[in-house]
């Protein structure tokens, strides 16, 4: 949970009603600001010395600008909650407090399966580390006639490093640049931070040092080249776009549509849109204008701005499919070329 949505009306008859609040039945504390009138703090204050009765479950801390209070539980999230307030006329405005996040690690209130995102996150970039590694000391089965994974595109002739203690791939000199595009990316740094570092593990959930977070500051002030690493991604789409032609033109006997030709050209559209979805390619074309109709090109601009913007909302989306594209493409060429499976000919 990210966010509450609340709405607040202040009713004159001594209670405050909170409206629409958006959490999980088992969450039982938010946090609200409420500004009353000079006329309705004297009205309340009036009431409260009539009847002096308080309901226990709410403990209320008062200050000369603020009070706090904890609600009880709610039958259902969306069903308003009513509160009786006790509070004098120096009192401008009161503050309810929900405890969301409890101190230790993994310790939270929410009761779904919290940790399934995280470990299944963990688990995939594992797992596909592993498989890049694995491929990039392999140093073969990468090229099929016209295919070419994309784990080595574009191909690069390393055999003059025959015989150096460390073998070296093209993999090897490729993936760093692509690689480092994922890595600072703010998607994907929010979803290994949460499965590896535990920095918080999911929302509302306790993390390790809560109160020793610094930011992206020191070892991980590199996650600012993000907005430039993004230019070597695009550089690697022209690679992948001519490999998907050459899929399509590069055969020997004229021009064949095969299932590595689909295959490669899926994966070169699923890392186009997870690149152009980027939100530092949505800062390029137009985040960074304060006004269109003044800026060279604020329409044309703005267009893309929004464009972007509609991608964007399935960035999430984009960097999981692309990932996945990629070991498929690299996995269905290394088939090809070492005669596991035979390619389908369309015509």
Request: hydrophobic share 45%.
């Amino acid at each position: 949970m990210d966010a509450v949505d609340v709405a607040v009306e202040c009713v004159r008859n001594e209670r405050v009603l909170f409206s629409n609040i958006l959490l999980p039945t088992e969450l039982k504390k938010l946090t609200i600001r409420v500004r009353l009138t000079t006329n309705e703090r004297a009205e309340i204050s009036r009431e409260s010395r009539r009847d002096r009765k308080v309901d226990r479950s709410i403990h209320i801390v008062a200050s000369r600008r603020s009070w706090s209070r904890m609600l009880p539980a709610s039958p259902s999230p969306c069903k308003p909650a009513t509160l009786q307030s006790t509070f004098g006329p120096e009192m401008a405005s009161k503050s309810v407090h929900l405890p969301v996040l409890q101190s230790g690690l993994g310790n939270t209130l929410r009761r779904d399966n919290w940790w399934v995102g995280p470990a299944t996150t963990g688990l995939v970039l594992v797992t596909f580390i592993v498989y890049a590694t694995f491929r990039a000391f392999e140093n073969k089965f990468y090229l099929s006639g016209p295919y070419l994974s994309p784990m080595y595109s574009p191909l690069i002739d390393t055999s003059f490093a025959k015989g150096w203690p460390i073998p070296l791939s093209g993999a090897m000199l490729i993936l760093g640049g692509p690689g480092s595009f994922r890595l600072t990316c703010y998607y994907y740094r929010k979803a290994y931070y949460r499965a590896f570092a535990m920095d918080p593990p999911a929302c509302a959930v306790g993390e390790r040092n809560a109160k020793k977070y610094n930011g992206e500051t020191k070892l991980l002030l590199f996650q600012n080249l993000h907005r430039f690493t993004l230019y070597v991604a695009i550089a690697f789409l022209f690679f992948l776009w001519h490999d998907s032609v050459m899929a399509l033109i590069g055969w020997n006997d004229g021009v064949h549509l095969k299932v590595g030709t689909l295959i490669i050209t899926m994966n070169a559209t699923l890392l186009s849109l997870y690149t152009f979805s980027c939100h530092a390619f949505r800062h390029l074309v137009g985040g960074n204008v304060n006004s269109y109709s003044t800026a060279r090109f604020g329409k044309l601009r703005h267009s893309l701005w929004k464009t972007v913007s509609t991608l964007n909302e399935k960035h999430m989306l984009f960097a999981w499919l692309s990932l996945f594209g990629v070991m498929l493409t690299d996995l269905y060429v290394r088939s090809v070329a070492c005669g596991a499976i035979t390619d389908v000919r369309f015509f």
